[in-house]
Every structure is written in C-alpha cells, then in structure tokens.
C-alpha cells in the first residue's frame, strides 16, 4: 500500500555532510509523524529524530545542532540533512511513517523503508 524509499547515503569523511531523502508513495490518505532511526553494526535500531506534519521537530540529544530534518508535505517526503558527521554516525539509516492512512478502504499502519548506508571514515 505504502513504500518509503530511502536516498543520499555513501561514504564521506569525519566532518562532511550529506543529505539523506525518503519518499513516501501509494494509496496514501495522509502521513502524520516521519522519523528517521538508524542501526549500527551490533547496536540496537534508535530513534534520530521526528518530525510531525506542521513541523514540529525532536531530536536525540547527541545529535540536535548536527542533524536537521524537515518535510514536504505535498511530496510525502522527509530529509535529513547531518553535518559534521562522526565516524561513530556509520550506520543503517531508516526512515519510518508511523500511523500512516492508506489504502482502500483506508486504515492505518506503520511503514519502513529498506535503509540507506552512511559511511564515515576517519
């Protein structure tokens, strides 16, 4: 009913950028929170930060002043733009639609996208 296709992960060097993108597609009524989580090897999948559909953003709290994420609602898409990033920011970067409506008839669920690779090297 809903795919979320994550884009603009890579390789880049301790203290680069890069701008990561998830597209939200399908028989979609309306999409409240986006979130951005990310796993590194051996480590737990943790929440990086949320948006809500009028722009209310959190963070967690190592990361607010390095990470931005923000939204286009008529596109159903949400980025992430990391800055300064850390070696320790190497990760598995997902994005995730929580209590998404969609579908016919329409009801709501949560979705995933497959993840994108952030890569910081020393």
Not at 28 to 47: F, H
Request: charged share 15%; glycine share 12%.
């Amino acid at each position: 009913q809903v795919q979320l296709v994550e884009s603009g992960g890579g390789l880049v060097q301790a203290g680069g950028s890069l701008r990561l993108s998830c597209a939200a597609s399908g028989t979609i009524v309306s999409i409240n929170d986006m979130e951005w989580y990310r796993q590194a090897p051996g480590k737990q999948r943790e929440l990086v930060a949320t948006i809500t559909r009028g722009g209310s953003t959190y963070y967690a709290g190592s990361l607010k002043g390095r990470f931005t994420i923000s939204r286009d609602n008529p596109k159903n898409t949400v980025y992430l733009q990391m800055n300064s990033l850390k070696p320790e920011d190497t990760a598995v970067y997902y994005c995730k639609a929580p209590w998404v409506l969609a579908g016919t008839p329409p009801s709501f669920s949560d979705y995933w996208g497959l993840g994108t690779q952030v890569t910081v090297s020393s």
